[in-house]
């Protein structure tokens, strides 16, 4: 995730916050699956075919936010492909995306999740009729990251990065962030919980985060970063 800054932070593990994550969480975690650092990884239990694994996400809606009229757009190729891809290959977005390259970089990325089994969902921000974020929309708790935290059936993850220069550093981030985990819980009952893994050099996108009512509950030895897991609960939304 990438909201634009390649400094480092130090972050430890606090004890109330992985208390709090470890209750009512012992309960059977689907196998993990697709992931742009670890390749496919079959899950335990594969979902039924035609499975919808994350509400639709195309019907979501748009939602209205302090900045404007936002809306998830699922990707397409023919028609986002190059935008996509321009925005791959800022410096900014490539030193967290590792994803720079000619468009057949971002096109393989963005294909492995469109003709998968619906468990990760690229799209477009969209603010006020202007695209201008990138966003992945998955299932953590049929990813790989569901080895390295206790996850809970139905976690959805968030990956994201705000593509135009223009917009950075006017506090988006945050706004935005607060605004589409709120359409997770709101479109997904199932979830309880919303997470990210930034990585830990993102200090503005770990701030982001934070404002948006996420908490940091650890410090996550992924095989391509160490990341900052972060969580919102549903049971705190309306108080963070």
Request: hydrophobic share 40%.
């Amino acid at each position: 995730m990438s909201l634009d800054s390649e400094d480092t932070l130090e972050l430890r593990l606090p004890d109330e916050p992985i208390a709090l994550l470890e209750t009512e969480e012992k309960k059977p975690v689907a196998g993990p699956g697709r992931d742009r650092a670890e390749g496919t990884a079959p899950p335990a239990t594969d979902p039924p075919a035609g499975d919808d694994l994350l509400d639709q996400v195309a019907d979501w809606g748009p939602t209205t936010t302090s900045a404007g009229a936002f809306h998830l757009v699922p990707v397409r190729i023919d028609r986002d492909l190059s935008l996509v891809s321009r925005w791959m290959n800022d410096p900014a977005v490539a030193d967290f995306w590792e994803l720079a390259g000619p468009q057949s970089v971002t096109e393989d990325h963005l294909l492995a999740q469109l003709v998968g089994d619906g468990r990760s969902v690229p799209c477009l921000g969209v603010l006020e009729g202007t695209p201008m974020s990138y966003w992945e929309i998955y299932r953590a708790d049929l990813d790989p990251l569901a080895r390295h935290y206790p996850a809970r059936p139905h976690d959805t993850g968030i990956h994201l990065f705000i593509g135009g220069i223009a917009d950075r550093g006017r506090g988006l981030g945050g706004t935005l962030l607060r605004a589409v985990a709120d359409l997770v819980l709101d479109k997904r009952s199932a979830c309880t919980r919303v997470v990210a893994e930034p990585d830990l050099r993102n200090i503005p996108s770990i701030a982001a985060f934070l404002s948006a009512g996420f908490g940091f509950v650890a410090e996550v030895d992924l095989p391509t970063k160490q990341a900052a897991l972060m969580v919102r609960d549903r049971h705190l939304r309306h108080r963070l």
